[in-house]
């Protein structure tokens, strides 16, 4: 079965501060893929990374940054100079298949205050 | 290039009726999948399609039926609503076998918000 938690259910920052959001996953597949999506309060996911399960290589991209470490299962995701336009739920998620379904983890509110 | 587009915005039905909510993959998708997210929660898988053919299914009743149209497009119905059927629907396209780095990534649609009375 797979399972992906996120502990942390709502944090606050204020603008320009760095924010890391926690994502721990468990499956006995070998080949795994996780993502990131942002869930605007318009309601639609936004797609924001996917990572191959046999690339730990981390990513920086602009002001987002992700950890990712077999080792803990975990695949954390870090925004630098958090801005009030990052105020969004961040959902991580994981499949077992290149073009599966994704199990998602119950989300992580964000709020950035000015 | 036009994303995944999903019609109707919001819908009110009372229980018992029947619902159903239309998904039109991103431009070049082959691969339609819906999802059930309730307030507060990570979005619950439903099912796939894939070729017309439902692929694979989540733990849902059988009151969840689907089809794929040969443009790819697709329909999730709903039989027998219940006020615990009120959330947001979220449909995603992807393209089966498209490689690369991201080249299966699911992408969504704005969703259908369903509420049940």
């Known amino acids: 079965a797979q399972k992906v938690t996120q502990a942390q259910t709502e944090i606050s920052v204020v603008e320009k501060e760095d924010v890391t959001l926690d994502c721990v996953y468990e499956?006995?597949?070998?080949?795994?893929?996780l993502f990131w999506y942002k869930q605007p309060p318009s309601g639609e996911l936004v797609f924001l990374i996917r990572r191959n399960s046999f690339d730990e290589q981390n990513e920086i991209s602009g002001r987002y940054s992700w950890n990712f470490q077999k080792s803990t299962s975990s695949f954390n995701f870090t925004i630098t100079a958090s801005q009030v336009v990052d105020s969004a739920v961040y959902f991580c998620?994981?499949?077992?298949?290149?073009?599966?379904?994704?199990?998602f983890g119950k989300g992580i509110t964000l709020s950035v205050r000015p | 290039d036009a994303g995944v587009t999903q019609s109707p915005t919001h819908l009110i039905k009372t229980r018992g009726q029947q619902v159903t909510l239309r998904c039109s993959p991103k431009?070049?998708?082959?691969?339609v999948s819906w999802y059930q997210q309730a307030l507060g929660q990570g979005p619950q898988f439903i099912f796939q399609?894939?070729?017309?053919?439902?692929?694979q299914r989540g733990n849902f009743p059988d009151r969840f039926s689907g089809h794929q149209f040969p443009n790819y497009s697709s329909e999730l119905n709903v039989n027998a609503l219940l006020l615990g059927d009120s959330a947001l629907y979220l449909c995603?396209?992807?393209?089966?076998?498209?490689?690369?780095?991201?080249?299966?990534?699911?992408?969504f649609g704005p969703g259908t918000r369903l509420l049940v009375l």
């Open positions: 431009s070049g998708h082959d691969t």
């Open positions: 499956t006995r597949d070998t080949t795994y893929y």
């Open positions: 998620a994981l499949s077992t298949g290149a073009n599966s379904k994704l199990t």
């Open positions: 995603a396209s992807s393209l089966e076998g498209a490689g690369g780095l991201y080249g299966e990534t699911q992408y």
């Open positions: 399609y894939y070729e017309e053919e439902e692929r």
